[in-house]
């Protein structure tokens, strides 16, 4: 169980490589049903494929996860966006290059990094 906690830790937005499995958590507005802005945490888990800007204000990364048959849903965030209120590293990944588009098709696999 510990080692759980342990693997799952909070990261800064300097640490995202591609190559990761991370859940990003992100807050949304939205109306309730009498008109009143309500504001909700939603998560988005994903492999990071890119990130793009190094660390500058207008840096980006690129998450990317499989959705039902077979249709993938890829996801661009702002490195320093204020709706991001946290990012959890899941799993990292052995990878050789900086994008990582040959996994759009969802038929390769990587090795984990213990």
């Known amino acids: 169980m510990e080692d759980i906690k342990k693997e799952k830790k909070e990261t800064s937005v300097t640490d995202i ?3 990761m499995m991370i859940k990003i958590y992100q807050k949304i507005k939205e109306p309730d049903a009498k008109g009143n802005m309500k ?3 939603q998560i988005f ?9 190094g660390n500058t204000p207008g840096a980006t990364f690129t ?9 993938g ?3 661009i965030y702002p490195l320093y966006s204020p709706t991001i ?9 052995k990878v050789r290059r900086a994008k990582l588009n040959f996994l759009k098709d969802h038929s390769k696999k990587l090795k984990e990094v213990k």
Do not use: C, L, T, Y
Not at 45 to 53: A, C, D, K
Not at 63 to 71: E, H, L, M, Q
Not at 85 to 93: A, Q
């Open 17 to 19: 490589k591609p190559g």
């Open 39 to 41: 504001e909700r945490i």
């Open 45 to 53: 888990e994903g492999m990071v494929i890119s990130r793009h800007g």
């Open 63 to 71: 998450v990317s996860r499989k959705a039902a048959d077979n249709i």
């Open 73 to 75: 849903v890829e996801k």
């Open 85 to 93: 209120s946290k990012i959890e590293i899941v799993k990292k990944f």
